[in-house]
């Protein structure tokens, strides 16, 4: 099947500081990638979808400014989590859409 | 509104017993069904779907799901569960029309030797 590849797959990172995160399709093209979010113990939620060639769509209650998301080209999308606070600290995860959907490892992240 | 829901946080099994991992969806239309596994600190890994057919969808590592369209449900099947099976098991709905998928909360299955 298809394959989505995600880095890094965890990173701490200090306060304030911005942390980015690339999904990339490694054997197929992908126009949009999905970005999600993942609490502990908790199901997965959707934050945005990266579109190639045009902004992001996000959806609602996510701070565009906070999680800055990028379509590179056709096999790039990234996550930049800006000026990261402890609450940002979660499990993300990308994802190319397709009949099964194609997920990525994941990236922890952890603010300190 | 759309919505899936997986009633138990945790399912637990002896190896070697069957397992069920329940799942319903509240969605209008004729949606996909997945199912989807997790293991710590990665991502999801597909097991299964249900697109239309038989209502007895097989899969990966010896899953199988059954579609019921009038109970709206798909819960996931094993006869003989494996202590390796433990893990982080996802229900996902994809609505008709759309490329987005709604997840359950996720039910995570401890299966003891």
């Known amino acids: 099947g298809a394959v989505v590849s995600q880095h890094p797959s965890w990173v701490i990172c200090k306060s304030g500081t911005s942390v980015k995160i690339e999904c990339r399709s490694l054997d197929f093209q992908a126009t949009t990638m999905f970005w999600y979010r993942q609490f502990p113990k908790q199901s997965l939620m959707l934050m945005a979808t990266?579109?190639?060639?045009?902004?992001?769509?996000?959806e609602q209650g996510v701070e565009k400014d906070k999680f800055l998301i990028n379509h590179a080209s056709l096999t790039l999308s990234t996550l930049t989590v800006t000026s990261a606070h402890p609450e940002d600290s979660s499990f993300y995860i990308c994802?190319?859409?397709?009949?099964?959907?194609?997920f990525g490892q994941g990236t922890r992240l952890t603010v300190v | 509104a759309q919505s899936v829901a997986q009633p138990e946080d945790q399912v637990n099994v002896a190896e070697g017993n069957p397992l069920t991992v329940k799942c319903t969806y509240s969605?209008?239309?004729?949606?996909?069904l997945f199912w989807y596994v997790q293991y710590p600190n990665r991502g999801l890994q597909f097991l299964l779907k249900y697109i239309t057919g038989d209502n007895l969808v097989k899969g990966s590592y010896g899953f199988e799901a059954e579609f019921n369209k009038s109970q709206t449900s798909f819960h996931l099947k094993k006869p003989s569960a494996l202590v390796s099976d433990s893990a982080l098991y996802f229900c996902?709905?994809?609505?008709?029309?759309?490329?987005?998928?709604?997840f359950g909360t996720g039910t995570r299955l401890q299966v003891f030797p």
């Open positions: 996902a709905v994809r609505p008709p029309n759309t490329d987005k998928l709604i």
């Open positions: 990266s579109n190639e060639g045009s902004k992001a769509t996000y």
């Open positions: 969605v209008s239309g004729n949606p996909y």
């Open positions: 994802s190319a859409p397709g009949f099964e959907a194609f």
